[in-house]
Nanobody, 131 residues
Framework: QVQLVESGGGSVQAGGSLRLSCAIS?????????????MGWFRQAPGKEREFVAA???????YYTGSVKGRFTISRDNAKNTVYLQMNSLKPEDTAVYYC????????????????????WGQGTQVTVSS
């Protein structure tokens, strides 16, 4: 069994920062080490569809949706099987439940934006940004 557990959510004022963590535990995926996993962050605001935020693959490559580029940073600690999302200059429109997801197949950059290309998901953590 594979578990993804997010943490670090909370309530902040606009302009503030939060760092989300997502730790993977359980069996390895497809016989690969964590460093080979594609890891993604998605978010879902009330009344809206879940959307892509950021992804990390091949150990160091990263990709962001336009609205968070320059404010959010995805990183990973392969020794801890953990991926992070550092969120700075937060805005009220960043308010959402944030989910991490994992996948092991080869993907193009555009593929990493799609929810259906991730096989494993965490339970989500709430981020609330007040104005």
């Amino acid at each position: 069994q594979v578990q993804l557990v997010e943490s670090g959510g909370g309530s902040v004022q606009a302009g503030g920062s939060l760092r989300l963590s997502c730790a993977i535990s359980g069996r390895t995926l497809s016989g690969l080490t964590f460093s080979r996993y594609n890891m993604g962050w998605f978010r879902q605001a009330p009344g809206k569809e879940r959307e892509f935020v950021a992804a990390s693959w091949s150990g160091r490559s990263t990709y962001y949706t336009g609205s968070v580029k320059g404010r959010f940073t995805i990183s990973r600690d392969n020794a801890k099987n953990t991926v992070y999302l550092q969120m700075n200059s937060l805005k009220p429109e960043d308010t959402a439940v944030y989910y991490c997801a994992a996948d092991t197949d080869y993907r193009t950059t555009s593929d990493l934006r799609l929810m259906e290309n991730y096989d494993y998901w965490g339970q989500g953590t709430q981020v609330t940004v007040s104005s």
